[in-house]
């Protein structure tokens, strides 16, 4: 089955670094050809064919900016897959976690966007962006009911390292599927268990997240989430399947939450979290408050530093990424009760009203 661009829209006109790629493969070949003669051309034509790939893909990926809303500095540098040519991409939920602001940068012309975070999937690690002002993108070719099968070739194109500048391509083999992985990063400590997979030999870099899995034909069959090295050195990396981005994606736009959709603004109380240094215990669990911003809900219920928030919105609290889910289930407006211990001992009771806040 040939590859299907999101929601069957056409791709934008863009085309200058397609045929600029193109051109230095091509100069490459003819160089391989004037010194060393056609047939030893044959034995690198399985990698020209790859090199060509690549630059039928790289520009439909952007590059995504953020800056931490409750932390100094810059935040993440990753990547994107850009869905339509007016401007709705696709990352990874970690990349946009705790953004205050998200900025999209195309690789084609080196434009950049402010992008809005239009919903997220925390569980499957899915958000959509969309670009103010974009109308011309290069849409993706998506491997909608591509199959796909262990010791296949791929590449793996994304913002290797967060330079923002030229795109990052590696190769290597789909060695399975279904896998399980765990995602990490943003500001609230959290870890994210994630299942049925794509893992590939490929090695990716902090910055690949939410880059492009590419197969032969230069069809996007997985976006990139994680990576590491094993215990032999090799490298393993884990992608998303497409088709699950896609459907996930579809169901944001659409407006359509769930139990694991988060669509629109999201609500805050103005605070971060990490996990106890100590193990919870029947009668002692909660979340470590590290950081108040000036002025929240937090702030003014009488939340501090070094509190532990143990009950939220009626639920007996464990774990920042549980804190996270519940917040998603609220919307900026909402009334809800806290409960803590302050770094004494004592024991606290507010209601909160939450505000607009940053991803999670």
Known sequence: MTGTPWLTKPPGACQRR????????????????????????????????????????????????????????????????????????????????????????????????????VG??????????????????????????TSIARGEQILAIGNGNGTCGSPTVTSGTIVGLGSMTVASDGPNDMSLPLTGMVQVTAPLEPGDSGGALVDHAGRVIGMLTAGYRDASGG????????????????????????????VGPTASLGAQFSCLDYPATDFLSGILITAVSAGSPAERGGLRSGDV????????????????ELLQRERPGDVVQVAWTDGVGATHQAAMTLVSGPPQ
């Open 235 to 262: 490298y393993l990396g884990f992608a998303i399947p497409i088709s699950r981005v896609v459907d996930i994606a579809r169901q944001i736009v659409a407006g359509r939450a769930s139990f694991t959709i988060h």
């Open 120 to 145: 997220s999937d925390v569980t499957d690690d899915v958000a959509v962006l969309r670009l103010e002002g974009a109308d011309d993108l290069e849409a993706a070719t998506l491997g909608l009911g």
């Open 18 to 117: 397609r045929r600029a790629c193109y051109a230095a493969v091509g100069i490459v070949l003819v160089a391989l050809v004037a010194m060393t003669g056609v047939a030893a051309v044959r034995h690198w034509g399985r990698a020209s064919t790859f090199a060509f790939v690549g630059c039928r893909a790289e520009p439909s990926l952007v590059d995504v900016m953020t800056t931490f809303a409750y932390q100094p500095g810059d935040g993440n540098r990753a990547t994107g897959i850009v869905l339509t040519a007016a401007g709705e991409v696709v990352t990874n939920n970690h990349v946009i976690a705790g953004a205050g602001t998200v900025t999209v940068r195309d690789l084609v012309d080196g434009r950049r966007y402010a992008a809005t975070v």
């Open 309 to 324: 928030v143990t009950w939220f919105a009626r639920h007996r609290i464990q774990s920042p990424a549980q804190m996270t």
